[in-house]
């Protein structure tokens, strides 16, 4: 989704929206739900925090899972890189998030080879296995659903991955089975 850039001093908001979806009844994470010791940390370990801006968001996301406001505005404060700036880098880089995801990336694949292998059908069954569309996470946060472009694994088409393993030549049949082996307690195990 595109919205027009505006201009606050002299940096530009970043022009995509963020999505930002909360539980039902929730409201936005306080600053205060945070211990910003980590970010602190990391921050005071980096030599040129305003040049090594992307390795800092890498660090801080692993530590809470994703990069809510209050945390974005403690790295703004510590880095003294303006958070419109590291809005413009979070909203820009698919691999960061302004939203809780799940403890398990589920992953389809859309590329043409995938596509025109059955992707669709992959699709749905991980719609049905987890109740949520593609861009969304489980209520219950175990599982977070993207789809991309290519994963890049073009002759093992239609592919899936969870949590970075890839599953080749995936059938709609097959999603359920592999899912229940992602859950409480993390992985239990996989196949290739």
Same mark, same amino acid.
């Given at each position: ?47 040129d ?31 003294e ?16 998030t ?10 389809? @694949?859309?590329?043409?080879? @995938? ?33 991309v472009?290519?994963?890049?694994? @073009? ?38």
């Amino acid at each position: 989704m595109l919205s027009p850039a505006t201009t606050v001093g002299s940096e530009a908001m970043p022009r995509r929206a963020i999505k930002v979806s909360e539980p039902e009844g929730a409201s936005a994470p306080e600053a205060s739900e945070f211990d910003f010791v980590p970010i602190r940390e990391i921050v005071a370990a980096t030599p040129d925090p305003p040049g090594s801006l992307i390795s800092i968001l890498q660090r801080v996301q692993k530590v809470f899972g994703y990069l809510p406001e209050p945390v974005v505005q403690e790295i703004a404060r510590l880095s003294e890189v303006p958070a419109s700036r590291i809005y413009g880098v979070i909203t820009f880089y698919a691999q960061f998030t302004t939203v809780p995801s799940g403890r398990h990336k589920v992953c389809v @694949c859309q590329g043409t080879a @995938c596509h025109v292998r059955g992707a669709h059908e992959v699709l749905r069954a991980v719609e049905k296995a987890l109740g949520v569309g593609p861009g969304d996470t489980t209520p219950d946060l175990d599982f977070g659903f993207a789809t991309v472009a290519c994963l890049g694994a @073009c002759s093992f088409a239609p592919v899936m991955t969870v949590d970075g393993q890839y599953y080749a030549k995936m059938k709609g049949s097959r999603v359920a089975p592999i899912l229940s082996e992602f859950g409480q307690g993390g992985r239990q195990g996989g196949e290739t």
